[in-house]
């Protein structure tokens, strides 16, 4: 299994600001994930971060609302940019093991 | 398209009544199909992975079951400790994608 924590686990922001999201996982993996869980909806991919090359993101989404950092195999950074109203919600990343996803705690996200 | 679509929306079980939660996919080819639970504030805890139509994988109260079309969750004599909103997900054979249905809401009540 693997133990994935995330900074900060809740923020308050203004919109036009930006927020870094960070996350850490306790062995090495290849991909993290990065998710949305907006109220009473499902999750959503953002981006998929492989270490030492680009985000690669889903339909939707853009590298300069959400640019992403993979540094090394443990951590990746995620930042919700020019942040409005509409990206309060829950940011969640995620790891794959061999059977099954991981997901850390969550950043709960609300913009004012 | 992919898609999954759990119902229902929301659950309430006095404790001990057995129920079941049910998970309707589309994929155009299934790699897992998987259970979580989601209790508020924290993020999904995997349950259960399903690879074949006719597999079952049991914990607990809990035990899972797979068809070509759809998954369930049954919760025998549940306890108010299983209160929690239960997410299933599926892989496609190709590409890395999870796609989740929106849940279901359990509340056992004591």
């Known amino acids: 299994s693997a133990v994935i924590s995330q900074k900060p686990s809740r923020d308050i922001c203004q919109r036009g600001t930006s927020l870094t999201i960070q996350c850490q996982v306790d062995?090495?993996?290849?991909?993290m994930f990065w998710y949305r869980q907006q109220p009473g909806q499902s999750l959503t991919l953002i981006a998929t971060?492989?270490?030492?090359?680009?985000?690669?993101?889903e339909s939707g989404f853009v590298i300069d609302k959400f640019p992403i950092s993979r540094p090394n195999l443990t951590f990746s950074t995620l930042t919700v940019s020019n942040m409005s109203p509409e990206d309060s919600s829950i940011y969640l990343c995620?790891?794959?093991?061999?059977?099954?996803?991981?997901f850390g705690p969550g950043t709960r996200l609300t913009v004012t | 398209e992919d898609q999954v679509t759990q119902s229902p929306e929301a659950l309430r079980l006095q404790e001990g009544e057995s129920s079941s939660l049910n998970c309707s996919y589309t994929?155009?080819?299934?790699?897992?199909l998987f259970w979580y639970r989601q209790d508020p504030g924290k993020g999904p805890e995997f349950l259960f992975t399903?690879?074949?139509a006719g597999e079952e994988k049991e914990k607990e109260r809990l035990k899972a079951t797979l068809t070509k079309k759809e998954s369930f969750l049954h919760i025998t004599a549940p306890k108010p400790e299983d209160s929690a909103t239960y997410l299933c997900?599926?892989?496609?054979?190709?590409?890395?994608?999870?796609?989740f249905g929106t849940g279901t809401s359990l509340t056992v009540i004591p």
């Open positions: 995620s790891v794959v093991g061999q059977f099954e996803q991981y």
């Open positions: 062995s090495q993996v290849t991909m």
């Open positions: 971060a492989n270490q030492g090359s680009e985000a690669t993101y």
């Open positions: 994929v155009s080819g299934l790699r897992g």
């Open positions: 399903l690879y074949s």
């Open positions: 997900a599926v892989q496609p054979n190709t590409g890395n994608q999870f796609y």
